[in-house]
């Protein structure tokens, strides 16, 4: 069965400072990857995704992630962290022979500091 | 703006009572999902639609779970004699599916209901 870990549960990082955070997933397929933020009462939003090709991959708000096979990863970074950042992260594969279900990391709660 | 809908956004309700939400999928979507998303944890997948007809359905998290979706377009997902543990917020997401469609692993979400069991 698939899985999704995000072995941070909470980070912290000053308002400007660089950003990563760490997904590792388990699939036996090429995977399809995906990372959403969820803001407060929110519902979630995608922030990029990773099918095949140029294993970086650019998403909105200018956050990027790179797929790394032999490392079963595709860790989200940053480069300039904004306060409006401050949400929660979550890593998601999707099942393709199961109607592409979303399984979810337990997601990782960014904090940013002024 | 028409993106996914759901109603209501929350509901508080006593252990034993039936509840029901619906939600409202991007209209040009052919699939819509379900999620449940408890407190500090990733959602967690329950069912999904294309069209009309529930293609998977043994996630469901007991026989007090079930869902429609009648017509293709909105779906109702209802819990029956709820239990506080079903407390959690429930996620309906909807996508394209098409085979060479590069869209079709996209999902949307809705902003969910909170239900809280008391």
């Known amino acids: 069965a698939q899985s999704v870990t995000q072995p941070d549960i909470h980070i912290t990082v000053s308002e400007g400072a660089s950003l990563e955070l760490r997904c590792n997933y388990s699939?036996?397929?090429?995977?399809?990857l995906f990372w959403y933020v969820q803001s407060p009462g929110q519902g979630l939003q995608l922030l990029l995704k990773y099918f095949s090709g140029d294993t970086l991959v650019q998403g909105i708000k200018g956050f990027e992630a790179e797929f790394k096979r032999s490392q079963s990863s595709f860790n989200l970074r940053k480069p300039s962290v904004h306060w409006s950042d401050a949400a929660e992260y979550f890593c998601a594969v999707a099942d393709n022979n199961a109607g592409n279900m979303l399984t979810f990391g337990g997601g990782t709660r960014l904090m940013v500091k002024p | 703006d028409t993106g996914v809908s759901q109603d209501p956004r929350h509901k508080i309700t006593k252990r034993g009572q039936n509840v029901t939400f619906r939600c409202d999928p991007i209209?040009?979507?052919?699939?819509l999902y379900w999620y449940r998303q408890t407190l500090g944890q990733g959602p967690e997948f329950l069912t999904y639609?294309?069209?009309?007809?529930?293609?998977?359905k043994s996630r469901l998290l007991s026989d007090r779970f079930s869902a429609e979706r009648p017509k293709g377009s909105f779906s109702t997902l209802e819990i029956q004699r709820t239990e506080q543990g079903d407390s959690a917020m429930y996620l309906c997401?909807?996508?394209?599916?098409?085979?060479?469609?590069?869209?079709?692993?996209?999902?949307?979400f809705g902003p969910g209901t909170r239900l809280t069991v008391t």
């Open positions: 209209s040009e979507h052919n699939r």
């Open positions: 997401a909807s996508g394209i599916w098409g085979r060479e469609d590069p869209l079709a692993y996209e999902q949307y």
């Open positions: 699939y036996g397929a090429t995977p399809y």
């Open positions: 639609f294309q069209n009309e007809a529930q293609l998977e």
